[in-house]
């Protein structure tokens, strides 16, 4: 038996991140509708195969392209969930945004729940396979940083949408609810989506009642820190 002290130990073989960035820009309308479409049919794989089956080989096969030709536009199939991943979260900030033009000061705690869930749930369900794609980006190491950067941006603008309604609280606070809310609709969108229509209103009902706790408890707290 050897000596521990002389046994020498093998390095940990450190994974390489692949590159998530697009071969170039399509600018020709040509080039534009071949990378939409490579990101549609990507779509349908993800929700038809899976992540771990999924791979540029039949993603070209189901656009009709050679794998060389995929290669034009995305280096690997990370870079092509990275830009659906990219496209989602679009998509989120402009619903954030408009959020923010309501005239939040005014509105009943009802209506804004109502229409907060809404326009949320109507993203999610825009987008295909939103499941898988939001798994990806939490499990594939190129794409954590979308999942991060999704957190941060709801959380950010979800705590000055608060402050708006009427939550006297520091922002850290108000942050912290934010996590809360973003936890709890971010899943319960993700379930709802999978639903048939009358489990999915139900689903939908019971996130707006935990909402209206939630927020209904802190509208009526005035913050003493």
């Known amino acids: 038996m050897s000596n521990p002290s002389e046994t020498t130990k093998t390095p940990t073989a450190v994974k390489t991140m692949q590159s998530v960035s697009p071969r170039s820009e399509p600018v020709q309308s040509r080039s534009i509708k071949r990378a939409q479409q490579i990101l549609d049919v990507t779509s349908e794989l993800l929700e038809t195969v899976g992540l771990n089956d999924l791979n540029t080989a039949i993603i070209a096969k189901e656009v009709g392209i050679s794998v060389g030709s995929l290669y034009h536009y995305f280096p690997n199939k990370h870079a092509i969930l990275y830009a659906m991943g990219k496209s989602w979260l679009d998509s989120i900030e402009e619903v954030l945004t408009d959020i923010q033009e309501w005239s ?44 991060e950067r999704h957190d941060d941006m709801v959380i950010t603008q979800m705590a000055k949408v608060f402050k708006r309604i009427g939550l006297k609280k520091h922002v850290r606070e108000r942050e912290r609810i934010a996590r809360l809310y973003l936890e709890v609709t971010h899943s319960t969108y993700l379930v709802v989506v999978n639903q048939n229509e009358r489990r999915a209103a139900r689903t939908l009902s019971d996130l707006k009642l935990m909402l209206t706790c939630l927020l209904e408890r802190h509208l009526n707290e005035v913050d003493t820190d």
């Open 104 to 147: 939040l000061e005014e509105m009943p705690l009802s209506v804004f729940i109502d229409q907060v869930t809404d326009i949320n749930l109507r993203t999610y369900r825009q987008q295909r396979a939103v499941l898988r794609l939001v798994q990806a980006m939490f499990s594939v190491q190129e794409l954590r940083e979308l999942d």
